[in-house]
């Protein structure tokens, strides 16, 4: 099982939606993300358990058991095209 940096949760997801910005993996994009060329998992919008904290978290009051709703957005310039319009 992964361990979550200190900055970090772990999350057990329940469900995850499929959203405009998931479909636009299946064209070239700034990142240069196209399915399948690599394996990617779509859906970001999730919600689930808690199942591990990293210490800085902690202080934010997250503890495990805890129901979470997110949005795990991670290597997002939000400069681009499509980190700007919705």
Known sequence: MPQP????????????????????????NDQGLVLGQKVHTVGHEASGTVVGVGEDAKKGGFKIGDEVGFLPAIDCCYECVPCTTT
């Open 5 to 28: 940096r200190a900055h970090e949760l772990l999350v057990k997801v329940a469900c995850a939606s499929l959203c405009h910005s998931d479909m636009m993996l299946f064209e070239p």
